[in-house]
């Protein structure tokens, strides 16, 4: 029996989880720079599966997420805070990773 919806968000949560954890040994060395393109790109990522399922209010959570990780406009943070923010953030990605069940869209016509 077929699943009427996938967790797609599941792997690019937890891959972008890993990453902002990896991304704590990073935080004052200039290569930070691939850690928030990766972690924006996921964040973009599980936002194209929030919206194929409407779950809107995950994007609350996801669209700071792409914003303060953005590599092109940069948002100087430091400290202790922007410590924590990384692990907000992780949390976030995998609570949604988890939760998200995007539908399976069903193809009526055979292939062929």
Request: some cysteine; charged content about 10%; hydrophobic content about 65%.
């Amino acid at each position: 029996m077929d699943s009427p919806f996938l967790r797609s968000a599941l792997a690019p949560g937890l891959l972008g989880a890993i990453v902002l954890i990896a991304g704590l040994a990073l935080l004052d060395v200039e290569s930070f720079i691939i850690i928030r393109y990766v972690v924006s790109i996921l964040a973009l990522i599980v936002c194209v599966f929030v919206i194929q399922a409407k779950a809107w209010w995950w994007l609350l959570g996801l669209v700071p997420i792409a914003v303060i990780w953005n590599p092109v406009i940069v948002i100087e943070l430091h400290g202790q805070g922007w410590v924590s923010a990384q692990f907000i953030a992780a949390l976030v990605l995998i609570i949604i990773g988890v939760r998200l069940k995007v539908p399976v869209r069903r193809n009526d016509t055979p292939a062929g």
